[in-house]
């Protein structure tokens, strides 16, 4: 089992930045990826970033290119998500996730491991 903790969420003012982390722990894999997702009241989840193990290969959404940036790391089997230039749009909760098998790397049925969430707020 993996084990998958976000932080860093709260509200912050349009225009503003906030980082997401989220520390995995629990059985390690040698390959896959981490991603984030997010899901905003009366929406369906969507894809935010992820990036891939093996090379630290980062995809996107497009709205969130240029403003959005993951990284991680692998000493402190964290993830981070670097958000800048927030709009009252990005406002949701944030949920990390963990793809260790096949699938399509922006689908999150194809996610095996998911964490609690953390919300953000961005007010206008």
């Known amino acids: 089992q993996v084990q998958l903790v976000e932080s860093g969420g709260g509200l912050v003012q349009a225009g503003g930045s906030l980082r997401l982390s989220c520390a995995a722990s629990g059985r390690t894999f040698s390959a896959g990826f981490m991603g984030w997702f997010r899901q905003a009241p009366g929406k369906e989840r969507e894809f935010v970033a992820t990036i891939r193990d093996s090379d630290g290969r980062t995809y996107y959404a497009d709205s969130m290119k240029g403003r959005f940036t993951i990284s991680r790391d692998n000493a402190k089997s964290t993830v981070y998500l670097q958000m800048n230039s927030l709009k009252s749009e990005d406002t949701a909760v944030y949920y990390c996730?963990?793809?260790?098998?096949?699938?399509?790397?922006?689908?999150?049925?194809?996610?095996?491991?998911w964490g609690q969430g953390t919300q953000v707020t961005v007010s206008s």
């Open positions: 996730a963990r793809k260790v098998s096949g699938g399509v790397i922006t689908r999150q049925r194809d996610y095996e491991y």
